[in-house]
């Protein structure tokens, strides 16, 4: 942690009760070019612990009145200068931060205000058809504490959803994108929220754990390492890897094959409803180097660029990023980087790389490869037979079934491990307002409670 850097243009305060702090904390945030790009203040676990303590002073506000603040906030995030920062400016920020091409930042505008709108009906419909005169579905507590990921600025809705239950929110932001809900924040206040229902504390690891533990529920994203730390604690809804996958039992077609890029590679490749392994009952093989050669004609641009598609890094990260696709796949190559005579990593400025998408063909459905996730678009692809079963769909966030037995679409429902199933060529579901994520957000903030009444 440094005490002392370069004055630099763009700075990410601390806000707490509404007023936006400095502190003796920061540290330089830099561009995927390598360049300095924001100082980032940052607070002590000590601080996030007190700020908790005073939001849970705050007084109620009513259904209604969260609603309106939450609708007008997400205008304001999507058309108004917050903090002296345009929407062009906070996109523009928030690309060259997170290395995510700048289109997606600029959709997530426009669906932070149309969800926001929506929101009323989103809680609504996460409520159990038997609340009503003998139940009552009510918070599990006041304050929800988020440690917030960097790889989608879209994942921040879900904290949205807790002030629209009454949740007081405490965010932690991640390191590669405090900008996301800094701007919300900022928005939130601006339409009238009161200021101890919301703050962001950005901090270190040490932070983020003294926020968990300071909060009455925490929702926090992660690897591996996070998910297996917390696991079992009911306190704590951990959203980690999504292993997102798609069984192909069909012909694939021009129409099919331009789905499935989509899902590789849609929003740069790095949300985790990104369609990571492909199944298929045909001729694996095939598929692939079909699916490469589509992939691998994928343009790269700088991440600002608005043509973008491809998550940008720099070099020495891309880079590990790249080995660490080679070292999963182990033998089998990478058709994708067959095709590129100049190599799947281009220098589009500076340190910065663009990621091409990578494509590798697994021998059978159990492939351990078939588990890993990174974030540019890298797929593997499988053979999968109906004597295989179902355990190959398994571990799922979103699984993706492209067959006309529905038989199988029953049986992948009742896995354990699949979160979403989504049936058919499917355009763009993520974004349905009302689609679980990973289950509804309100069955972990709230619960049933007995009422009888004479």
């Known amino acids: 942690m440094l005490l002392s850097v370069p004055a630099l243009r763009e700075s990410v305060p601390a806000l707490r009760a509404g007023e936006e702090r400095t502190s003796r904390d920061t540290r330089v945030l830099r561009a995927v070019t390598g360049e300095p790009l924001a100082t980032v203040h940052e607070v002590p676990p000590l601080v996030a612990r007190l700020t908790v303590k005073a939001m849970r002073r705050s007084p109620e506000l009513d259904l209604s009145e969260r609603l309106a603040v939450l609708a007008e906030a997400g205008r304001l995030f999507a058309e108004a200068t917050l903090g002296g920062q345009s929407p062009e400016e906070y996109c523009r920020l928030q690309a060259l931060a997170s290395g995510v091409p700048v289109s997606v930042a600029r959709g997530v505008l426009e669906r932070v205000a149309r969800d926001g709108q929506s929101l009323g009906e989103t809680v609504r419909r996460q409520i159990p058809a038997g609340a009503g005169a003998t139940a009552r579905w009510v918070r599990r507590g006041t304050i929800l504490s988020v440690v917030a990921p960097s790889n989608h600025p879209g ?179 990478d058709l994708v980087a067959a095709r590129l005579p100049e190599g799947a990593l281009t220098s589009v400025g500076a340190q910065a790389v663009a990621l091409h998408p990578a494509v590798f063909v697994l021998d059978r459905p159990d492939h351990p490869a078939l588990g890993a996730e990174l974030p540019f678009p890298c797929a593997w692809v499988a053979p999968w037979r109906k004597s295989d079963g179902t355990a190959p769909l398994d571990d799922s966030l979103a699984l993706g079934l492209l067959t006309a037995d529905a038989d199988l679409v029953e049986e992948a429902l009742a896995l354990p491990g699949v979160r979403t199933v989504v049936e058919g060529p499917v355009a763009r579901w993520w974004q349905d307002p009302y689609l679980p994520h990973d289950g509804y957000l309100g069955q972990f903030l709230n619960e049933a409670r007995g009422h009888a009444r004479g």
């Open 155 to 333: 994942t921040h809705g879900a904290w949205l959803q807790a002030i629209a239950m009454g949740y007081r929110v405490a965010v932690r932001p991640g390191g590669r994108d405090p900008f996301t809900p800094l701007r919300l924040v900022r928005a939130l206040l601006a339409a009238g929220l009161h200021p101890d229902w919301v703050a962001l504390l950005p901090g270190g690891h040490a932070t983020a754990d003294a926020l968990t533990e300071a909060g009455d529920l925490a929702l926090v994203y992660g690897g591996e390492d996070t998910v297996a730390r917390l696991r079992g604690n009911d306190r704590v809804l951990v959203r980690g890897p999504g292993r997102s996958k798609i069984l192909v039992d069909t012909e694939a077609d021009e129409a099919l094959l331009d789905h499935l890029v989509a899902e590789i590679a849609g929003d740069g490749g790095v949300r985790c409803t990104n369609t990571t392994a492909v199944l298929t009952s045909g001729d694996h093989r095939l598929l692939a180097e079909r699916l490469a050669e589509r992939l691998a004609a994928l343009p790269a641009h700088p991440v600002t660029d608005a043509r973008a598609v491809l998550p940008v890094r720099p070099r020495p990260e891309a880079e590990a990023l790249r080995a660490a696709a080679a070292a999963a796949a182990g033998p089998a190559p």
